[in-house]
């Protein structure tokens, strides 16, 4: 059981960055595979990024170089740091967890927080 609060979006002019952080609680978080998803008015859920538990990643092809995502086990956090923000990455974004290993579809993550809104201005 693992329980995701996701803070820190807000609204920022193009080419901004904000970082976003997951706090996870529950049993044996740091065993968890963690990723990021973001949805679009109308649009269906997307995956962003993900991190396991040693560090390794994997990111969606548009946010690659610009995005990048981290973990603090110690802290039991994860963050998304957003950089050269454009108007399409405009969502809600949403923080998941999973077992063990990196997934890329929303199904095949059995926790999630409740979001946060992240707009971007041209």
């Known amino acids: 059981q693992v329980q995701l609060v996701e803070s820190g979006g807000g609204l920022v002019q193009a080419g901004g960055s904000l970082r976003l952080s997951c706090a996870a609680s529950?049993?044996?978080?740091?065993?968890?595979?963690m990723g990021w998803f973001r949805q679009a008015p109308g649009k269906e859920r997307e995956f962003v990024a993900g991190?396991?538990?040693?560090?390794?990643?994997t990111y969606q092809d548009s946010v690659k170089g610009r995005f990048s995502i981290s973990r603090d086990n110690a802290k039991n956090t994860v963050a998304l740091q957003m950089n050269s923000l454009k108007p399409e990455d405009t969502a809600v974004y949403y923080c998941a967890a999973r077992l063990w290993y990196i997934a890329t579809t929303p199904a095949e993550y059995g926790y999630w927080g409740q979001g946060t809104q992240v707009t971007v201005s041209s």
């Open positions: 991190i396991n538990w040693k560090g390794d990643r």
């Open positions: 529950g049993s044996t978080v740091s065993r968890y595979a």
